[in-house]
């Protein structure tokens, strides 16, 4: 907390391109990568090599942190077919070459992983699970909560195990775990429905469980969390502090802030840097801010405001140089339209700026 206290009365003269620990894991810069889903997989779920290349290319241009796209814990519950199933027997001597590779340079690596939630219906249909039964899913049991409890602790014995520097819990963009958090989504009336504490509980059961199997200083375990949500609710944030303070008591390493609708803001500006700050001066673990991020100036004046780490994910799709771009002082080109999101789907290419991309495929894929 005095730590944190020192950052919101003074400005942190800090630079984005200074080290960063946390615990023992030492960041060569401030620069984190985003979790971004490249859409990599084959329709099995099995990593590729081109996703390898992905994140060798990455850690060759000299970024601190590198989180992967989030991977799925349940092939039926991921949220499209070439979502990266970790579990899969096939992909863990590719998990195992995927982080030798990062480490053949000192980037750092961490897994996301998820449940699919709402977002799963494409691929399980009405088996899709969520904490409280929408229009087209299925409501979770007591014994479903247990067995995805039981799945996130074995999954990350695997990603310890495949040579991760750690692993990062998504609970935000609408995947299951945003839904419990959420009341919009959660309406359950059981243990796991109502306060706040009730809606954290099954992340306190996977952090619990975690961290009595494997703790460890050199395993970083992070969360990604939304400052606003699909309801609108302005509420929201001050439960969503709550939990920070409750992910903080359960030995989380640090906290990612994002929101459920990154996609609305055109903007190239991070739009939810007081959302962080205002839980900056919450808790005392450090804070990433993604979101918006496009040059320098805004990085080192989040940084100085008290942000620790800074997440971009956009850049990385729209330029392979942009790291370079910013230690030169250049903006990135991103205008932040979200294409890729499709364009990754439908073409398995990048970005608009893209010389080889069929915008009129795009335009009809949304007509
Ligand atoms: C194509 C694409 C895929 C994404 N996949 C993920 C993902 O797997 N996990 C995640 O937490 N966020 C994902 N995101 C969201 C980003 O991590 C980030 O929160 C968001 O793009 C805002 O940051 P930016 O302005 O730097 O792009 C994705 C974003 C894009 C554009």
């Not at 919101?8 to 889903?37: G, Q, Y």
């Not at 804070?287 to 040059?295: A, E, H, K, P, T």
Request: proline residues 1%; contains cysteine; hydrophobic residues 35%.
């Amino acid at each position: 907390m005095e730590q944190n206290k020192r950052y919101c009365n003074k400005i942190n003269t800090d630079s984005i391109w200074d080290e960063f620990n946390i615990k023992n894991v030492k960041l060569k810069n401030r620069i984190v990568r985003a979790a971004t889903n490249e859409h990599l997989g084959t329709l099995d779920g099995v990593i590729t090599d081109a996703y390898i290349d992905v994140y060798k290319n990455l850690a060759d241009s000299g970024i601190g942190l590198i989180i992967t796209s989030h991977m799925a814990i349940d092939k039926m519950q991921r949220a499209d077919l070439t979502h990266i199933c970790i579990n899969d027997p096939e992909n863990f001597e590719k998990l195992k070459l995927l982080t030798k590779e990062v480490h053949k340079t000192d980037s750092k690596i961490i897994c996301q992983i998820s449940y699919g939630g709402y977002r799963a219906l494409k691929v399980a249909g009405k088996r899709a699970m969520t904490p409280s039964a929408m229009e087209e899913t299925t409501e979770m049991t007591l014994g479903d909560i247990d067995d995805c409890i039981n799945n996130y602790i074995k999954t990350i014995k695997l990603i310890k195990k495949a040579g991760f520097d750690g692993v990062e819990l998504h609970l935000a963009h609408g995947y299951l775990l945003s839904e419990f958090l959420d009341s919009f989504y959660n309406k359950r009336d059981d243990l796991y429905g109502g306060t706040v504490e009730n809606r954290y509980r099954i992340v306190h059961q996977i952090l619990s469980g975690i961290h009595n199997l494997c703790f460890d200083s050199n395993f970083l375990i992070i969360a990604k969390i939304d400052s606003t949500s699909k309801s609108g609710d302005s509420l929201f944030l001050k439960d969503q502090i709550e939990v920070c303070k409750l992910l903080e008591k359960d030995g989380i390493d640090a906290i990612e802030v994002s929101g459920c609708d990154f996609r609305k803001y055109k903007q190239d500006t991070p739009y939810f840097l007081n959302n962080a700050l205002m839980i900056k001066e919450m808790v005392s673990v450090p804070i990433i801010l993604v979101g918006g991020f496009r040059n320098q100036a805004q990085m080192s004046d989040a940084i100085s405001k008290g942000i620790d780490l800074i997440s971009i994910s956009r850049p990385f799709i729209a330029e392979k140089n942009f790291m370079e771009k910013l230690r030169n002082n250049q903006s990135s080109r991103c205008i932040s339209c979200s294409k890729c999101f499709d364009i990754y789907k439908t073409q398995f290419k990048h970005c608009i700026f893209d010389k080889d991309i069929d915008l009129q495929l795009y335009e009809n894929f949304h007509k």
